[in-house]
């Protein structure tokens, strides 16, 4: 039996309610068959259960949700960690059950519940559990995948339609797509285009010094600035000495945002083939961050095409390295064959 609240004790059990929650995103709730603990929403201004502990959940719970516009969830503060720990033990067995069944299906569920993850790693990036479970999780995706290259396209879309956070997106987008154009190029062995592909995955790692969702406003303040320019550098602090990746891969990590400066060192080391690699390696991964931030809407902008994102690429570096970018159209050739027929290059 359930008691209604009226009047002033309405006024005091919401107040209590909103004391003891805490905000989720919406996309928690994806992949679960049973509520690990209780989840309220927002009813005529007021918090209300929506979902009871133990019930069940289903990913068209999550659709509904989002059709009543309940946007905003919550769970209680002590509660909190049930859901975390229920969303990480899901990765955990995707990953471990990665090559049993539909491919494009375990690829696509893997890479959803790596991005769950992610925002719990970038609200918590001390942690070595954490990171460890995100680092070896993708990983296995990135091992799953890289011969799997006429799958990239459908993981992809299907990846797209659950419209994860863009920060949160965005470098799975990257990777996949880092990874694709790596494997055609036929100038690195599979465990060097593991290491790049998580080197793009984790990149932006240092971006978690700023709250998620302040990313929504279009003007951060001053001080958030300050930090967001700083966080290639805030990257390579937080990943150094606690995974696998070498000082060559932090190095790309350190630079991928500095275009200009890495267009003068392909200029510069046109005679060392080490170096023009190095400078190769962290332009690709520069170039597939632009794309995939592109093509993953904003609160204050609309997602680019596909198409347009590659015109702006084209405009950035064709003239100058027209063979990396004819590696990159070779790679979304498929693409535009398979997602929007009739469009070539
Ligand atoms: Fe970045």
Do not use: W
């Not at 893997?110 to 680092?135: K, P, R, V, W």
């Not at 406003?217 to 966080?231: F, I, R, Y």
């Amino acid at each position: 039996m359930s008691i209604e609240f009226h009047g002033p004790y309405l006024a005091l059990e919401q107040n209590a309610l909103g004391l003891k929650l805490t905000p989720i995103s919406i996309r928690e709730l994806l992949f679960i068959s049973e509520a690990p603990c209780e989840v309220f929403g927002i009813k005529d201004g007021l918090y209300k259960k929506i979902i009871a502990k133990s019930s069940a959940v289903s990913n068209n719970t999550v659709k509904e949700l989002l059709q009543k516009g309940q946007h905003y969830l919550f769970v209680f503060r002590t509660e909190r960690h049930l859901l975390i720990e229920h969303q990480q033990e899901n990765l955990r067995q995707v990953t471990r059950s990665l090559s049993v069944g539909d491919p494009v299906e375990k690829a696509v569920k893997q890479m959803n519940l790596l991005t769950i993850n992610l925002g719990y790693l970038y609200a918590n990036s001390t942690s070595d559990e954490l990171l460890d479970l995100q680092f070896q999780s993708a990983k296995n995706l990135a091992n799953f995948l890289i011969d799997k290259s006429e799958l990239h396209e459908q993981v992809f879309q299907e990846y797209l339609k659950q419209k994860h956070h863009f920060i949160l997106a965005q470098p799975a987008l990257s990777s996949l797509f880092l990874m694709g154009i790596l494997k055609n190029a036929n100038l690195y062995n599979n465990s060097e285009i593991i290491n790049l592909f998580l080197t793009s995955y984790f990149k932006d790692i240092g971006m978690s010094a700023i709250p998620t969702e302040k990313y929504d406003q279009e003007e951060l303040s001053e001080s958030e600035k300050v930090l967001l320019a700083k966080h290639a550098q805030h990257s390579v602090e937080i990943l150094q000495g606690r995974t696998t990746l070498g000082p060559s891969y932090l190095k790309i990590i350190e630079n991928h945002h500095s275009f200009s400066l890495l267009t003068q060192n392909l200029e510069l080391n046109l005679n060392s083939d080490d170096n023009i690699l190095a400078g190769f390696e962290t332009m690709l991964v520069t170039v597939m961050d632009v794309i995939s931030a592109m093509i993953s809407g904003r609160p204050y902008r609309t997602a680019s095409s596909l198409y347009e994102s590659l015109d702006l690429i084209k405009l950035l570096i064709a003239d100058q390295y027209p063979q990396e970018f004819k590696l990159i159209v070779t790679y979304f050739r498929s693409f535009f064959f398979n997602g929007r027929k009739g469009e070539i290059f």
